[in-house]
């Protein structure tokens, strides 16, 4: 199933993204892995910033063991 068949898919539902603001350098970047992926600047960012938290959500997840002491442990 491809994902533009997919409506729940927050990458297809973002508003436009506003890039005023960005160094230039980082919006060339942006756009060149864009065209590289074949989608929108905006949906890049969208999903690199999904894949970013979810793995810091799943780093929160592995990063701490109550079970075993009673207090979260840090990675360092």
Known sequence: MSAAS???DPTLNADPWII?????????????AAKAAGVTMGEWLSRLIAGQTAA????????TTPETTGNPVSKP
């Open 56 to 63: 810091e959500e799943a780093n929160k997840s592995t990063s």
């Open 20 to 32: 005023d603001g960005m160094l230039p350098i980082a919006v060339a970047h942006a756009e060149a």
């Open 6 to 8: 997919e409506p729940d």
